[in-house]
């Protein structure tokens, strides 16, 4: 078996190294010519977590996480603590509590150092997937170098704007949000001691929220901040922002978010458009499935998009291990995990949607309750029935 993985993301790199780690080939293909630092920090949540220690990263991560010491609502102008959760940091390893915050550069990084650890070769740039073709006992995917590979499997976890997404099913614009985010990273040096107590901090307001927590051993802290607004809709990773745009989304904000901001270098400061798209009726068709967004493009309102890619991954190499029909594996992945990555998707979506000064009336997160966040969390995707 061999299975042909097309982007390196989360999930893609998961579900590689989950494959390679139950002796299957899996070789993936990334558009981009290098693996760069993309993207700020990841919020871990226990369901995460349970995948990245099955995966065996803990170690990898070990320099890397901090572990949150708790979590706050804050009033948006005074910034008076409104509800404040405490998370126990005595063993962050093998806690089923609290929060891990990462780079997601870092997190990327301890992926792919396990797959070449395994396969040294086995993650290949400057592929841009263009079009497969599948027949009874094999897939053919096809790239725009001109390169064409064979594989009993073809995997698409190329994103929101996934091409094996529109191979598979023909192309489809994202839903445009009406909301823009933007993310930051202030060195600590820069945060006054205190300001930002506990480890996480969000303020929700009228039109606009912000979540703060520190990252790279609490040598930065990282920003998402996210704003109603209709027109901008450039949805890019790699746009940057002047910090004088964000600082006017914020007036008669509580001043430490002003603060924050207002340190922040401008080469750190980026925004983009919030799309997601409506849920597929399926993910696979024979040979070929989807993975993580390409699959379920979640807005990032519960903090699960990273965490659902990688449960995605386990579960596909775990139905790939019990069952050598791929066709008949890769329908046992859907079966399992699109109940629960549609549910996710559309929760995500139904947080957006709530009037940003209405979410603080109902949870830390918005909509959901603590009650269904707990559940949320407590699913098991290296356990879960296959």
């Known amino acids: ?36 630092e993309v993207g700020a920090g990841l919020s871990i949540q226990p369901n995460a977590r349970r995948v990245i220690a099955s995966l065996g990263l803990i170690d990898d991560l070990a320099d890397d996480v901090v572990a949150a010491n708790g979590a706050a609502r804050r009033d948006y102008r005074t910034g008076a603590i409104l509800s404040l ?39 290949h740039l400057g592929h841009q997937f263009v079009g497969f073709t599948q ?31 529109a191979a598979l099913f023909g192309p489809e614009s994202p839903r445009f949000s009406g909301i823009v985010a933007w993310r930051g990273l202030v060195p600590m040096e820069r945060i006054p001691p205190g300001l930002v107590s506990p480890d996480s901090c969000r303020w929700i307001g009228p039109t606009t929220r912000i979540l703060c927590y520190p990252v790279r051993r609490r040598t930065l802290l990282n920003f998402v901040a996210a704003a109603a607004n209709q027109t901008w ?29 207002s340190q922040t270098p401008p080469e750190l400061l980026y925004k983009w458009a919030l799309f997601d798209r409506d849920p597929l009726p399926t993910w696979t068709v024979g040979r070929v499935t989807l993975l993580g967004d390409a699959a379920h493009p979640m807005l990032p309102f519960l903090g699960q998009g990273a965490g659902i890619a990688l449960e995605d991954g386990i579960v596909l190499a775990r139905c790939l291990e019990a069952e050598r029909d791929v066709p008949a594996a890769l329908a046992r992945y859907e079966r399992v995990r699109k109940p629960r990555a549609t549910t996710v998707q559309l929760e995500s979506r139904a947080n957006a949607q709530v009037p940003f000064d209405r979410a603080v009336e109902t949870s830390l997160y918005g909509r959901i309750s603590q009650r269904e966040r707990a559940d949320l969390e407590a699913y098991d995707a290296t356990a879960v029935p296959i």
């Open 1 to 36: 078996m061999t299975v042909v993985i097309i982007g390196a993301g989360m999930g893609g790199l998961s579900a590689a190294l989950a494959l390679l780690q139950r002796g299957i080939r899996a070789d993936v293909y990334e558009e981009a010519p290098e693996l760069g």
């Open 233 to 261: 809709q450039i949805e890019s990773w790699k746009v940057h922002s002047d910090v004088s745009e964000l600082l006017a989304a914020f007036e008669g904000a509580d001043p430490a978010i002003h603060t924050i901001v």
């Open 85 to 123: 959760n405490r998370y126990d940091q005595a063993d962050w390893r093998t806690s089923e509590t609290g929060v891990w915050f990462v780079h997601r550069a870092d997190l990327h990084r301890a992926l792919v150092a396990g797959i070449r650890r395994l396969a040294p070769d086995a993650i």
């Open 135 to 165: 027949q009874d006992e094999e897939v053919e995917a096809r790239f725009a170098n001109g390169q064409t590979v064979r594989g009993t499997a073809l995997v698409g976890a190329d994103g929101l704007r996934s091409a094996t997404r």
